[in-house]
């Protein structure tokens, strides 16, 4: 089973930065692909940037340009970095993993609980 434990949400003004962590825990053979999704309230889940471990990235067109998405393998880390922030950016940012336990085990999605971002006008 993988954990992933979410940090770095909070309030911040129309203009600013923030980054999000996430780390990946538990029983850990590899993690294909780590990234962040986010919800508004009433919208759907949508995606915001993926990196597989080949450090291919892949970000959604509302944040590319002023979004960096990185990963350490050695630490099952991803980030989120987010400049230019506006209040469209305001919503739950969840991190995924695309992971695998063991050798010999599925690989299967995983879902952290989720971080609060909300940006001020």
């Known amino acids: 089973q993988v954990q992933l434990v979410e940090s770095g949400g909070g309030l911040v003004q129309a203009g600013g930065s923030l980054r999000l962590s996430c780390a990946a825990s538990?029983?850990?053979?590899?993690?294909?692909?780590m990234g962040w999704y986010r919800q508004a309230p009433g919208k759907q889940r949508e995606l915001v940037a993926v990196i597989n471990d080949g450090s291919s990235m892949n970000y959604a067109s509302s944040v590319e340009g002023r979004s960096t998405i990185s990963r350490d393998n050695a630490k099952n880390t991803v980030y989120l970095l987010m400049n230019r922030l506006n209040p469209e950016d305001t919503a739950v940012y969840y991190c995924?993993?695309?992971?695998?336990?063991?050798?010999?085990?599925?690989?299967?999605?995983?879902w952290g609980q989720g971080t609060q971002v909300t940006v001020s006008s």
């Open positions: 538990g029983s850990i053979f590899r993690i294909p692909v």
């Open positions: 995924y993993a695309v992971a695998q336990g063991d050798r010999f085990s599925q690989i299967l999605n995983y």
